[in-house]
Each structure stands twice: as C-alpha cells, then as structure tokens.
Nanobody, 122 residues
C-alpha cells in the first residue's frame, strides 16, 4: 500500500497562490507516476496535472496550463502542485494519486489521498 496525505489547501483570494503538497509513505515513491485531480461540488472529478516517476514528463489540463505547476522531490517522497492566479472556479477538493504509469485518466491511478479543500474567494 502507498499512503498519500495532502496538505496546503485553504482559503485564498482570487489572484492569489497556494502550494499543495502530497506526502507519500509505505512503498517506493520514486517508482510511481503522480497526479493531481480535483472535484468541485456537483461536478465530476477532473484531471489537473501529472508527472512521471523521474519527473521528465509533466502534463496539465489544457485550461490550467500556465497557472499550475507540478513537481516532485523523490528524496522527500513528496509531490507538489503550485497554483497561481487562482480563480473562484478553481474551488474544489484537490486529490493526489499514484499510478504505475503516467496518465490523465483517474481510473489509471491505484492510490489516492483523502483530499484537501481549496476555496478561492472572489
């Protein structure tokens, strides 16, 4: 089992920034691709960003390119999501997830964190 714990969510004003962290434990973190997804009230879970195990490949939802940046530190077993120029429509619960291969599809991911709430006030 790979345990994932997100942190860093909170309330921020529109135009502000937040950095989410996801700490992993239990298995070899560096063997997994990592992804971030989000789910707003009444909406389906959607892909935000993903990064390969060696951080060579990063991918983003088209609507988020330029505002969000995914990164990882394999020495710290942590993946990050830097979010800037936040908008009220970015309000959601953000989840990190781990998979054996890079993907933008939630079904590919085997392990999920409990989520962290991000609220962007207008």
């Amino acid at each position: 089992q790979l345990q994932l714990v997100e942190s860093g969510g909170g309330l921020v004003q529109a135009g502000g920034s937040l950095r989410l962290s996801c700490a992993a434990s239990g298995r070899t973190f560096r063997n997994y691709a990592m992804g971030w997804f989000r789910q707003a009230p009444g909406k389906e879970r959607e892909f935000v960003a993903a990064i390969t195990d060696n951080a060579v490949l990063k991918g983003y939802a088209d609507s988020l390119k330029g505002r969000f940046t995914i990164s990882r530190d394999n020495a710290k077993n942590t993946v990050y999501l830097q979010m800037s120029s936040l908008k009220p429509e970015d309000t959601a619960v953000y989840y990190c997830a781990a998979a054996t291969r890079w993907s933008s599809q939630a079904g590919t991911y085997d392990y999920w964190g409990q989520g962290t709430q991000v609220t962007v006030a207008s």
